[in-house]
């Protein structure tokens, strides 16, 4: 329904003119105001109200009553409304309908039905304050109609005012029907321009599958003009449609669904396939039946679905951990490696943050790590850890906030690394490190092709390397003297890379002074855990110069000690016991074998010589046996000894010895011969007494010693 007023239905200013004309010719004041009380002509208005009774606050208090006494007629449908109003003028009103409506009111007025009673008016001019002779000046202004000449006036201009707005009413209405369908047109091109432009393509189908419209997206999405598809059918842009079958399945479940969506693969005119979402809606228009669907290009929806299964498989396979919390601090994703490493299941999903650390790391986390990524966006670290089952372990970690597309943080993600057995490797390679540059020995390393990679302080004191960089200049072969690069190369070398490893004693050459140093090279190869492949040489060299030195104290300590041995074992061996000034004996006791035989004739010899002894008492109680070379021994003794002019007398002989003897053939013609040594000893002495009678004089010395001299 339209919304108008008299104002809209009318000319107002043309009425203004047929207004002030109809005055003139009847002399009848009029005012047409709209259904709000807005005046809209006026004609011939009364000095006497406007300059007086509707100045004047009681005056005006009349004017009013009148005022409602019309309107309150009007209202309740009658065709006109006279009253006298008690300011002593009579006003005349009649409303203007249009369809039924009140839009307007018509007054004439301001007159007077008969001669004027001017005692009142003067009277009345004194009770308001009004100057007389102006109030009664303007009284002689109102004109005086007949009653039966008002209601003829009243309703021409009804008549009139209702005609002029019936006409203006068509006019409104056609201006309306103009507005309604300008603005139809305007919807209608903002409808065709938003189709045309939104990001969806759009086609209207008929029942046979063929398109009747397509907007500017849906060409550009598969390279056609609308000419070109206007006529086309679905199988002519998806390749996987059977038309027929889509005349028969496809669209009856849409029409009975009223809309549904569904996936789809659009293709573009080069033959390029597109993946492409539809929306179908089934519509009727005109008593037509059509398919309206929205095609959206999910090209780079599926490319990010893509990805996203990309990224989760990365993160399912990762062997690092990747954990998400809430801004709240509670787990809402993890990966298969964080839960295993951190001993948690799937049950673990949304315990706070909080619980995965120890007591004296949680101050840590809510101090520091989360204000810090809150703030900053990122926090790196390394923090210890707790499993559920009490056992910790060291994670290095990276934390970082997501943000989105606002900037806004909406999560909160960590990447971590066990990194407890790499720490408990750096601070055993740490201690390794301490053993090997505070080690006495050689410890080097070089590449498999002998560069030289590494070397410790006792190392290049040892060659006398001064510097890092001179150090970094060197080979292998460099650390042997030219003598023993050869066989280095030749025997050394090969061996390692056959054997893995050799060990054996070189010589270095110490780089300043040129002195070769006895070592102990101690070389092998290091492999790649993994693949076991060789990717270093090492060496464990131990300096021998201490060592040979100490050996060759130690070698000439043993042979004064083995020289020593020996002189006395030969005493032990070969004993020669004087038992008087010219009689030794010479006790035997074990095995006599030829080097023994040599050492008691050379023994025998030298005794004679220095007690200058006549007779030898070679006693062989404690021989167990005698070959044909002992005896022979003996009896070559015996030779020398008579060549020294003494004899020897063989004692102790065992009856198996005799045996012996006899069977061998033994000469024993020269040698004297006892059972025993004492009866030995008795027949030396005697024949030695013998021979002192004889031969010597006795001369008594003052101790009581006897000596003997030739």
């Known amino acids: 329904m339209m919304n108008y007023t008299l104002a809209d239905l009318i000319d107002t200013t043309k009425l203004q003119e047929m207004m ?84 307007g009111t018509i007054f004439t007025g301001q007159f007077l039905l008969a001669e004027p009673d001017t005692d009142r008016f003067r009277q009345q001019a004194h009770a308001f304050g009004f100057d007389e002779g102006g109030y009664l000046q303007a009284l002689d202004q109102v004109p005086v109609v007949q009653r039966d000449r008002i209601e003829p006036i009243l309703r021409y201009l009804s008549l009139f005012a209702t005609m002029l707005a019936e006409i203006g009413l068509q006019r409104m209405q056609q201006l309306e029907t103009q507005r309604e369908l300008k603005e139809s047109e305007q919807r209608f091109r903002m409808a065709q321009f938003s189709l045309d432009n939104v990001s969806d393509g759009v086609q209207w189908l008929n029942p046979e ?14 390279g056609y003009t609308q000419e070109e598809m206007l006529g086309m059918g679905l199988d002519q842009i998806d390749p996987n449609i059977d038309i027929a079958q889509w005349r028969r399945e496809v669209w009856p479940l849409i029409k009975e669904r009223g809309s549904t969506t569904f996936q789809v693969i659009h293709q573009h005119k080069d033959g390029s396939l597109i993946p492409v979402e539809v929306t179908g809606n089934y519509m009727q228009f005109e008593g037509q039946e059509y398919l309206c669907t929205f095609a959206r290009d999910v090209s780079e929806r599926k490319q990010q679905e893509a ?62 790590v989360i204000p810090t990524l809150m703030h900053q966006g990122a926090w790196q670290g390394m923090l210890e850890m707790c499993r559920p089952d009490g056992s910790r372990w060291i994670a290095q970690q990276s934390a970082f906030a997501v943000r989105d597309e606002h900037g806004q943080i909406i999560k909160l993600a960590n990447l971590l690394r066990d990194v407890t057995e790499q ?46 960089a001179t150090f970094r200049q060197t080979q292998v072969i460099d650390y042997f003297p030219p003598d023993e690069q050869r066989r280095v190369q030749q025997e050394i070398l090969p061996t390692i890379f056959q054997d893995g490893r050799w060990k054996g004693e070189c010589r270095f050459r110490h780089f300043t002074t040129g002195e070769l140093i006895p070592v102990e090279w101690n070389v092998f190869l290091i492999r790649d855990h993994t693949t076991h492949e060789p990717i270093s040489i090492a060496t464990v060299t131990r300096d021998l110069r201490e060592q040979k030195q100490g050996e060759a104290e130690r070698t000439a300590l043993q042979e004064q000690i083995i020289d020593a041995q020996r002189d006395a074992l030969r005493e032990l061996s070969t004993p020669l016991i004087p038992i008087s000034d010219h009689v030794v004996i010479m006790p035997l006791i074990g095995t006599i074998d030829s080097q023994r035989a040599e050492q008691v004739m050379e023994t025998l010899l030298d005794g004679v010589a220095r007690h200058r002894a006549d007779l030898v008492i070679v006693d062989i109680t404690g021989v167990l046996m005698v070959d044909t070379q002992v005896a022979q021994a003996f009896i070559q003794a015996a030779q020398a000894v008579k060549l020294l002019g003494a004899e020897v007398m063989l004692t102790g002989i065992q009856p198996q010895i005799a045996q012996t003897l006899v069977h061998l053939g033994v000469d024993l013609h020269g040698i004297q011969t006892r059972g025993s040594l004492q009866s030995g000893i008795t027949a030396a002495l005697s024949q030695n007494n013998r021979s002192q009678v004889r031969g010597h004089r006795s001369e008594v010395i003052p101790n009581g010693v006897n000596r003997y001299e030739t």
Request: hydrophobic share 45%; with cysteine; net charge negative.
């Open 423 to 468: 720490r408990r490797i750096d601070m055993e390679r740490q201690r390794l490190v301490a053993i090997v540059e505070k080690s006495n020995d050689f410890m080097g390393i070089a590449s498999l092709e002998g560069q030289a990679i590494y070397l410790n302080d006792a190392g290049k004191r040892l060659v006398g390397l001064e510097s890092e």
């Open 307 to 368: 990805e996203l299964r990309t990224f989760k498989a990365l993160a399912d396979n990762a062997l690092d951990g990747i954990a998400m919390a809430s801004l709240d601090a509670r787990l809402i994703y993890m990966n298969p490696a964080f839960k295993a490493m951190a001993g948690l299941d799937a049950q673990a999903q949304g315990i706070p943050v909080i619980d995965l650390y120890p007591a004296e790391t949680q101050h840590a986390i809510e101090q520091e």
């Open 209 to 222: 599958g063929r398109h009747i419209y397509v907007n500017q997206a849906l060409c550009r999405q598969i």
């Open 20 to 103: 002030d004309a109809f005055y003139d010719v009847t002399a009848a004041p009029t005012a047409i105001l709209d259904a709000d009380g807005t005046v809209l002509t006026a004609t011939a208005w009364q000095d006497i109200c406007t300059k007086y009774h509707r100045v004047n606050t009681g005056s005006l208090l009349r004017c009013q009553q009148s005022d409602a006494y019309i309107a309150d007629h009007l209202i309740n449908g009658s065709a006109y409304a006279l009253y006298e109003c008690a300011n002593g003028l009579v006003d005349v009103a009649s409303p203007i309908l249009v369809d039924g409506v009140h839009i």
